[in-house]
């Protein structure tokens, strides 16, 4: 489990990481969002022990990163950003080196090596040299590093990164099989990775964290969580406007058609009442028996979300 | 025959002694770690060509300089001390930082450095485990040059012991400048930079200890009082004398101790090195 407090770094006067705290249990997979430059890397950087932080702590597994440096690292499997690895080395060659260093005992690298491979798909390119891979081939070879001992804690930054559609699939389903018995951080800008394989997110910004939720948290706070869009008729599409207006569930409505028939329009959902809005939509029809065509109540977008809490004053 | 003889064991010995001192070191002595480390390095320095490139370099230039101008060959008596072993670690003063340039500035151009100090070992296990896979590099170069030694063997009755103690003296000048190549590559991600301040710095160290240097300085003390405390640091840790005394066959404590404080110096610099660009 990685329990993370408070974390700050600095680089001269350029603040990167602004106090972000968050925990991570065995069984969660937390998914790190943020824009590009928002602290994701130096953060993930200091989890591993790369970098000192300035201030705060990192403990993994009980033990803290500084203090227990080396008891503590030996629980972490790593993906760095650039999936660095040496180009002098076959795909083997490499995998049996990480084995060592990460302390699986010498009878079982072999096997640790085999499953590694057979994990991540690169029985291809098993003898191959590393620096003639492709880039998909040597992120996964990075990849399969990170998960050669099997560790209790995994960090993985942009794991997805340069794959293939294909390779993407497979990689988020294999971190959330991974997540169910290990604590993973792992950081991404691609949001639909966040559905598909966390349990929980946390958005990033300038240093600092701005939301923290499981994705359907995340996703009912964003601006559109909760609208209603409806296609009725039996009423002239501006009756049927006034009474929507009315609702004290609906905020404001914006029409998409109107004619003496009906109406075809988007409810937004007033403060707080999110939940609610769909059900008094559809009474309203009943009570005016207007005929229901379409009802529809959107589930927030993440992407709007991370938009809201994440728009650079340059951009407003 | 008995000459072929005397040769053998007066060279297989320290040659064994030296190979067994790193074996103990990498097997019974330093931890797991460094040994894997130590491993990866070497095996990379033999799958590219930088070793045999840096071996023909260094064969080539010392042979060759040592028969045709310095005159081994028409000196008469064998004395392989001076037209040999005095150039040796003028061409050291490039081999060396040549072959310890890729040991970090490499890791950092790869980024694997991030990956070697998130693994669970000390910073240190790394430092040595590469240095002492470059020693091992230099160790061989030294043994390949076994061929003059024969020659001059075979040319006349050298006194083996002697010649023994300039390689001995030689390998301590290489580990020197290995190290400072150490702490100058954790430095610097680019290769070119590291062989070339490597160099420049090894040149000072060499010429530091230069016998004038110090008459030199007798006369200036009165004079140029902020350059004095500077030229004084650089001629003590000038590593000409050390070498001039071991390579005689004395094998003196003082100079010995000179040799591995520099050593261990120098890599606890690079840890520093490692330490501050990480922050």
């Known amino acids: 489990m990685i329990e993370v407090e408070n974390l700050h770094k600095h680089f001269g006067s350029k603040v990167a990481v602004d106090g972000v705290s968050f925990i991570v249990k065995k069984g969660e997979v937390l998914g790190f969002l943020g824009p590009n430059g928002a ?16 201030k705060g ?13 080396i008891e503590a690292k030996a629980k972490i499997g790593y993906l760095p950003e650039a999936a660095p690895l040496y180009s002098d080395m076959t795909v083997e060659a490499f995998l049996r080196f990480a084995a060592e260093m990460r302390r699986v005992p010498a009878s079982e690298i072999q096997a640790a090596v085999d499953k590694a491979i057979e994990t991540t798909f690169l029985e291809p390119v098993r003898h191959q040299s590393v620096d003639t891979l492709s880039k998909g081939y040597r992120h996964r070879t990075c ?3 990170s998960i050669i001992h099997d560790p209790e804690v995994l960090i993985l930054d942009e794991p997805t990164d340069g794959l293939d559609p294909n390779q993407k699939h497979e990689i988020r389903q294999l971190i959330r099989r991974m997540g169910e018995t290990k604590a993973i951080l792992f950081s991404t800008h691609i949001l639909e990775e966040v559905e598909a394989s966390c349990t929980r997110a946390i958005i990033i910004d300038r240093g600092k964290v701005v939301a923290d939720g499981t994705p359907e948290e995340l996703k009912a706070r964003a601006t559109n969580a909760g609208t209603v869009l409806l296609r009725a008729t039996g009423l002239a599409g501006s009756g049927i406007r006034t009474e929507l207006e009315k609702l004290s569930e609906s905020d404001s409505v914006d029409v998409i058609e109107s004619s003496d028939e009906g109406i075809t329009a988007r409810i937004s959902p007033a403060k707080g009442k ?11 029809c009943k009570d005016k028996n207007l005929t229901i065509h379409e009802l529809k109540v959107e589930e927030g977008r993440l992407d709007l979300l991370f938009r809201e809490l994440t728009k650079r004053d340059a951009d407003k | 025959m008995d000459a072929f003889i005397t040769l053998i064991v007066a060279f297989a010995i320290p040659t064994a002694i030296v190979a067994a001192i790193f074996v103990g070191l990498l097997f019974y002595v330093l931890p797991r770690e460094v040994r894997t480390i130590f491993k990866r390095e070497l095996k990379s320095y033999f799958t590219s060509p930088i070793a045999y490139v840096l071996f023909v370099v260094f064969l080539g230039i010392s042979n060759a300089l040592s028969f045709f101008f310095t005159g081994v060959l028409e000196g008469g008596e064998a004395d392989l001390f001076l037209p040999y072993f005095q150039y040796l670690p003028w061409y050291l003063i490039l081999i060396a930082p040549a072959v310890g340039m890729r040991l970090w500035s490499e890791e950092q151009r790869l980024g694997t450095m991030e ?14 485990g590469k240095y002492l896979a470059a020693a091992v590099v230099l160790f061989t170069m030294l043994v390949l040059s076994f061929p003059i030694v024969w020659t001059v063997n075979y040319l006349g009755e050298p006194d083996n012991g002697v010649i023994m103690a300039g390689f001995v003296a030689t390998y301590f000048v290489a580990l020197c400048f290995l190290a400072v190549t150490s702490v100058i590559s954790a430095i610097t991600r680019s290769q070119l930079v ?9 040149l000072v160290l060499w010429l530091g200890g230069l016998p004038h240097l110090s ?3 007798m006369n200036l003390k009165g004079g140029w009082l902020v350059a004095w405390p500077v030229l004084k640091l650089v001629n003590m840790v000038g590593v000409m004398p050390h070498f001039t005394e071991l390579a005689k066959g004395v094998l003196g404590l003082r100079d010995v101790v000179f040799f591995i404080s520099f050593i261990a110096f120098c890599l606890i610099a690079t840890s520093v090195a490692i330490r501050l660009k990480r922050a």
């Open chain 1, 39 to 54: 602290g994701k890397s130096t953060t993930m950087r200091m989890v591993t022990g790369y970098l000192p932080a300035t």
């Open chain 1, 57 to 69: 702590s990192v403990r993994i597994g009980g033990a803290d990163i500084e203090e227990n440096e």
């Open chain 1, 143 to 145: 990849f399969a590093q």
């Open chain 1, 274 to 284: 999110a939940q609610k809005l769909g059900a008094a939509v559809s009474g309203l």
């Open chain 2, 115 to 128: 990956l070697m100090l998130t693994m669970p070992l000390a910073p240190w296990h790394a430092i040595l």
């Open chain 2, 194 to 202: 590291a062989l070339l301040v490597s160099v420049a710095i090894c």
């Open chain 2, 215 to 217: 008459e030199m300085l």
